[in-house]
C-alpha cells in the first residue's frame, strides 16, 4: 500500500521534529494532500493510526485537506485550476492535465505534494 509508505516519512518526520521540543503529547497534525498523488485519504487515516501507536503521536488527530490541482499554461497565460473528469471505475475525480483554456502543457503549480502544514501539541 503506497499510502503506508508515505505516512511512515510523514510520521518519521515529525517524531524526529518533535525530539527537539519538550513535548507531552501532540493533539493533532494537520496534513495536506494533493488531488495528482492520488492517496487516499482513508487509507492515509488507517496507517496514520497504525503507525502511530507506542508513539507521541498516539491518538492525535490527523485533519487532512484536500488540495486541488493548479497549473500554469506553457502556451497562454493561463494559471488556475484545472478542469476534472469523473471517473466511474475509481469512483473519483480525476484532474485533466491540459490547460483548460487553450489546451496546451501545463506545469503543476499545486496538487502534486502531500505535506504536514502543522502540527499542534502540548509542551511541558
Ligand atoms: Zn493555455
Known amino acids: 500500500m503506497h499510502e503506508v ?3 511512515s516519512g510523514v510520521v518519521d518526520a515529525i517524531l524526529c521534529e518533535m525530539k527537539k521540543y519538550e513535548i507531552v503529547k501532540v493533539e493533532e497534525v494537520v496534513l495536506v494532500v494533493g488531488d495528482l498523488t492520488f492517496l487516499g485519504h482513508e487509507q492515509l ?3 496514520f493510526e497504525v503507525l502511530t501507536k507506542g508513539t ?3 491518538g492525535s488527530e490527523l485533519k487532512i485537506e484536500r488540495e486541488e490541482v493548479r497549473a500554469a ?3 497562454c497565460n493561463f494559471e ?3 478542469e476534472y473528469v469523473e471517473d ?3 469512483h473519483s475525480s480525476v484532474p ?3 490547460c483548460p483554456s487553450c489546451g496546451g502543457k501545463v506545469d503543476i503549480v499545486e496538487g502534486g505534494t502531500c505535506r504536514v502544514v502543522s502540527v499542534k501539541v ?3
Open 96 to 98: 485533466i492535465l491540459l
Open 45 to 47: 487515516r488507517f496507517a
Open 122 to 124: 502540548v509542551e511541558k
Open 73 to 75: 499554461c506553457l502556451s
Open 56 to 58: 507521541l503521536l498516539e
Open 80 to 82: 488556475g485550476k484545472v
Open 88 to 90: 466511474e471505475s475509481f
Open 5 to 7: 509508505s508515505i505516512m
